[in-house]
């Protein structure tokens, strides 16, 4: 309470109206409360007392009185009802219901955050409150966890329900003028049109306090957290770190948007979205994929052919300062939050189609087919190659059957696992879109297995594995980061630096390291994790610890080599760019040519095939392959697509 609004000094046993008080209960921005008796029924009251500035304006008063015939003709079990709206003297007061239990503030307060289950039932009760109150045209506009009680049932019951939005306005004092800072909306801090949308924005950022235990914005003064309210991105990665799972994060994400056009328009739009709050995803419209066909007939400058916005929307990296740099993690700090976070990481779906993916396995004909015809990207994508393939070798795969010989049974059966793990309800984090990575990634492990055809090489059956995933450590930022990692890669481009170099300097592991991280932690195969750590840089490899299975092979006996796998994603990875299969989210790129490059020499020193002529090697990758299809595969967790749009024409 402000200076200028000296309490009313009421004393324990001292009447208000046909009340007796009992006890103070709390000090508010509009009043006092008390707990009371009301004799005659035997049954006790909360009482709240207006400030004497409030009471003493005739307007305000007069707003107040009208409001609060409106609130008490709310009758709603999630409401607290008004009795009584008395005056005795220079006393403006009002009679509610006492309700025995505690405010969902002294909950936080105490050090209890809800469980989603709990706020889940909560959070149902809210919406039922506001909406019945919708119904009489009433918003409340001062919604914070001190006006939720919850009494021994567990039922919610919302209090102080439309009183403050009349009486608010007779000060300037900020704390009257918004409710509380800590959950204000952007529209009541600029004291713009309010509806029943800016109530949604509040009840967010209270959940958001309820769960993760802190307000969304913090900052010593009102001002700071209002400023934060007005400006700040969603506070996302504080959301994931407090262990809120990720259709959560985007129910209060969406609840809490700047712009109330972007929020639910109403509560049945909530409440639909809280029935399947493990699925929810909030995604604005993205921008569409690059045209990669006009992209690959860019000339090659001192730059990187390479451009991210396919990853980040033009508009992300052109706007200086939408996601700030506003902390620097260490590399302990990272893996603290990957074990932190770990149960609700979307991309952990994706784990068991990785595991058998790194399988021996023979694939069936009849299966594959059967496959296909489930799925309908499959389809589309063993036909793709199948027409690749055949440019080079004089067929034609006029059925499913010819199209799967023609592909690689084997191959078929790791594209179908990949359609599989992303149709999964996983969860992109926005602002990316991600569609153009996974086509540089499976067009990686395609080339992969190509490589290792041509020259002959030995197996390890982890060859589209290693490629198709050697990036997934991005992803893994990108959930983790939200804010950050988007900022990693707009300065990556702006200074023409290796994104792996802004990774360290940022979070102290780079993409390649919180993967291997994610992947051990999970116990996939740990070969898999050792070439993907390595992919970028094949000859740091230690010799003596030789953590890629080369040793580990001798000792059991097979013909594994995992040198020469973390060589040939290299070298694969360096092609696919220079070929723009695809954006990797690095505008970084090394300007030697691929058959410079030295994993690709490596890879023809160690070749079988000694028949092999060195120019039609080059030839086949560098100018073959450059008619290499974009796959439907990598889209099949965007929007339905016909071909055209799956291209990203323009």
Not at 210 to 216: A, E, T, Y
Not at 414 to 440: A, E, I, T, V
Not at 511 to 536: G, N, P, Q, T
Not at 633 to 643: K, L, N, Q
Request: net charge negative; aromatic share 10%; charged share 25%.
């Amino acid at each position: 309470m402000s200076s200028r609004n000296p309490e009313i000094q009421i004393k324990t046993g001292s009447r208000i109206g046909h009340y007796v008080i009992v006890q103070k209960i709390a000090d508010g921005g509009m009043g006092t409360v008390y707990k009371a008796l009301e004799p005659m029924l035997e049954r006790f009251v909360a009482i709240k007392v207006l400030h004497r500035d409030l009471a003493a304006d005739p307007q305000q008063l007069a707003n107040f009185r009208d409001e609060a015939r409106s609130v008490a003709s709310l009758r709603h079990g999630n409401i607290v009802p008004v009795h009584f709206i008395g005056q005795q003297g220079s006393l403006i007061y009002f009679a509610m219901a006492y309700i025995e239990g505690q405010t969902l503030e002294q909950v936080v307060d105490s050090g209890v955050t809800l469980t989603p289950d709990v706020a889940k039932s909560y959070m149902y009760q809210a919406i039922s409150a506001l909406e019945h109150a919708t119904r009489y045209d009433i918003v409340h506009l001062d919604i914070k966890p001190s006006n939720f009680l919850i009494d021994a049932y567990e039922v919610v019951m919302l209090t102080d329900f439309g009183l403050a939005q009349k009486a608010s306005h007779a000060s300037k004092d900020s704390r009257e003028m918004f409710g509380t800072p800590s959950y204000c909306s952007p529209e009541h801090i600029f004291q713009h049109d309010t509806d029943l949308r800016t109530d949604i924005y509040s009840l967010g950022a209270t959940f958001f306090h309820l769960m993760s235990g802190r307000p969304p914005y913090e900052g010593k003064t009102n001002q700071d957290i209002c400023r934060g309210h007005a400006f700040l991105p969603f506070p996302e990665e504080v959301a994931l770190d407090a262990g809120i799972p990720r259709g959560w994060v985007n129910l209060l994400q969406k609840m809490m948007e700047k712009e109330p056009a972007n929020r639910f328009q109403n509560y049945t739009e909530l409440r639909e979205a809280l029935d399947d709050i493990e699925n929810f995803r909030h995604r604005r419209e993205t921008v569409a994929p690059p045209d990669t066909n006009r992209l690959r007939a860019l000339p090659s400058n001192t730059k990187a052919p390479e451009m991210m916005f396919g990853i980040l929307p033009p508009e992300i990296v052109a706007e200086d300062g939408k996601y700030e740099i506003r902390k620097v993690y260490s590399a302990a700090e990272v893996e603290e939050a990957l074990v932190r976070r770990d149960k609700i990481l979307g991309l952990n779906l994706l784990l068991p189609e990785i595991a058998e993916m790194c399988q021996p396995h023979d694939g069936d004909l009849g299966d594959i087919v059967n496959t296909m015809a489930r799925l309908p990207a499959l389809k589309a994508t063993i036909f793709e190659l199948a027409e690749f393939f055949a440019a080079h070798q004089g067929e034609q795969a006029p059925d499913e059957a010819t199209a799967v010989e023609i592909v690689g049974i084997g191959r078929c059966h790791n594209l179908g696992l990949l359609c599989l793990m992303l149709k999964k309800k996983w969860q992109p984090s926005k602002p990316f879109d991600w569609r153009c990575l996974w086509q540089h990634m499976v067009s990686t492990g395609l080339i992969v297995e190509m490589l290792y055809e041509k020259l002959g090489l030995t197996r390890t059956g982890l060859e589209f594995a290693a490629g198709s995933l050697h990036d997934i450590g991005k992803l893994l930022y990108s959930e983790m980061f939200p804010n950050t990692y988007p900022a990693a890669l707009v300065q990556a481009m702006t200074n023409d630096q290796p994104l792996q170099a802004k990774e360290k300097e940022l979070f102290g592991l780079t993409h390649s390291e919180i993967a291997e991280l994610w992947l051990r932690r999970h116990k996939i195969r740990r070969a898999l994790s050792d070439v993907i750590l390595y992919h970028d840089n094949p000859i740091a490899i230690p010799e003596k610890s030789d953590p890629t299975g080369i040793g580990l092979g001798r000792l059991l006996g097979t013909s594994f080599n995992g040198r020469q796998l973390a060589h040939a994603v290299c070298s694969a990875n360096h092609l696919a760019k220079h070929l723009r299969l695809g954006f990797s989210g690095s505008t970084w790129m090394e300007q030697c040519a691929w058959e410079s490059h030295f994993s690709t020499q490596y890879l023809w020193q160690a070749r079988t095939r000694q028949d092999l002529d060195w120019k039609a090697f080059v030839k086949f990758f560098k100018e073959d392959c450059s008619t290499f299809p974009m796959l439907t595969a990598a889209y099949t967790f965007g929007p339905p697509a016909d071909a055209t749009s799956r291209l990203g024409l323009m």
